[in-house]
C-alpha cells in the first residue's frame, strides 16, 4: 500500500525568504509524485510532477522539488516566496491506472 | 477551454437528507475522480469512473454512490447524510488514466454543509 507523510502541518515565513515542504512517501513499487497547491475557497492546481527522468523538477510559480528515491522524500522548494504564496499544499504519489493518494497538507504562511 | 465545473458551490442539509452533487470534466476528458476533503482527514478517494463504469473505489459506506453519464459528466450522491459528511467534495477529470499517468486537473469543489 502507498501512503504520503507531510511532516510539517504549518510552516509560517516572511516574504523573501526560502521555504521547503517536505513530503515523504511509502511505496512498495515505481510511483509518480506531485505537489499541489490549493488557495483558499479553490480546487487543487498541480505545481509539478515528478514521472521519471531527471530527479530535479521544476514548476509552477518557481518553485522545484528534489525526489531522492534512497529517502523516499520528495521536497517542495521556494528560494524567496511572496505573500500570494500564501496557500495550502498537498504533496500525492500515485499510479498509472490508480487513485492518487494526498498527504493531510502543509499550510504555508507567509507574512511580510 | 473551460475547466472542470462543480454544482452547486454551496449546500447546506440536515441529517438524514440525501444530496446530489454535479461535476462536468473538461471538454474530451473522459475519466472523472472525486475527493473529499475535510480537516481531519485530508483528501481522501472516494471513486472514479471512466466510460461511464466505475473504475475505482475508496473505502467509503454505500451511502456514497456516482455515477457518469455519456457525456461525461458525473453525479455523486449521498443518502442519509451524517454530520461527519460535512465536507470538501473535489472532482477532477483527466483525458485517459488506463495509459502512462494522465494529469488530473480539479473543480473548485462544493461545500456541503450539513446540520
Known amino acids: 500500500a502507498q501512503s504520503v507523510t507531510q511532516l510539517d502541518s504549518q510552516v509560517p515565513v516572511f516574504e523573501e525568504a526560502p521555504v521547503e515542504l517536505r513530503c515523504n512517501y511509502s511505496s512498495s513499487v515505481s510511483v509518480y509524485l506531485f505537489w499541489y497547491v490549493q488557495y483558499p475557497n479553490q480546487g487543487l492546481q498541480l505545481l509539478l510532477k515528478?514521472?521519471?527522468?531527471?530527479?530535479l523538477v521544476k514548476g509552477i510559480n518557481g518553485f522545484e522539488a528534489e525526489f531522492n528515491k534512497s529517502q523516499t522524500s520528495f521536497h517542495l522548494r521556494k528560494p524567496s516566496v511572496h505573500i500570494s504564496d500564501t496557500a495550502e499544499y498537498f504533496c500525492a504519489v500515485g499510479q498509472a491506472g490508480t487513485a492518487l493518494i494526498f498527504g493531510k497538507g502543509t499550510t504555508l504562511s507567509v507574512s511580510s | 477551454k473551460a475547466g472542470v465545473t462543480q454544482t452547486p458551490r454551496y449546500l447546506i442539509k440536515t441529517r438524514g437528507q440525501q444530496v446530489t452533487l454535479s461535476c462536468s470534466p473538461i471538454s474530451g476528458h473522459r475519466s472523472v475522480s472525486w475527493y473529499q476533503q475535510t480537516p481531519g482527514q485530508g483528501l481522501q478517494f472516494l471513486f472514479e469512473y471512466f466510460s461511464e463504469t466505475q473504475r475505482n473505489k475508496g473505502n467509503f459506506p454505500g451511502r456514497f454512490s456516482g455515477r457518469q453519464f455519456s457525456n461525461s459528466r458525473s453525479e455523486m450522491n449521498v443518502s442519509t447524510l451524517e454530520l461527519g459528511d460535512s465536507a470538501l467534495y473535489l472532482c477532477?477529470?483527466?483525458?485517459?488514466?488506463?495509459?502512462?499517468?494522465?494529469?488530473?486537473?480539479f473543480g473548485p469543489g462544493t461545500r456541503l454543509t450539513v446540520l
Open positions: 477532477a477529470s483527466s483525458s485517459n488514466p488506463t495509459r502512462t499517468y494522465n494529469e488530473q486537473f
Open positions: 515528478y514521472l521519471s527522468g531527471s530527479t
